[in-house]
């Protein structure tokens, strides 16, 4: 994303954000977060006293309690930690739940622990696992970026092949 469209997405109004993100957790803690969505920057919080991230965004690190917490870019790049796969679920714009629809939770590389939440786009279903490694990608759903991942390695492959 260029500079002017990273400018840009900082400068939305709290308003408009609300309005971007319909029936999403947007509050005060959590809206750097959505801004850093439109710049499709991926933003988790961390201590700027200890430098513990922490997800979900609050307003105090949970682990020294300093409220200097700084909503910061991360890579995006991790491990997949639990795999689950939805049959059904409330409608959601660009879901096809004929097939399970592959939710995940990523250990992020910055830091033991650290886990986001989301989908695993363009993987065979049957083969999103436990230990895959994954990359952070970008889609639109509903009129708002979406932070997703993309495996990037099968777990126990070598090389990037599937094992």
Known sequence: MTETATAAAGQVSDEELLARFPGQPVDHDSAAHYRGRLAHRLLINRCGDCGTWHQPPRPVCPACWSSNVVATEVAGTGTVHLAIFLHQGPPAPGVDYATPHP??????????GLRFTSTVVDADRERVRVGDRVALEWIDRGGAP??????????GSAGGESA
């Open 146 to 155: 979406l932070p997703v991942f993309r495996v990037v390695e099968a777990a």
């Open 103 to 112: 939710v995940v939770t990523v250990d992020l590389d910055e830091q033991p």
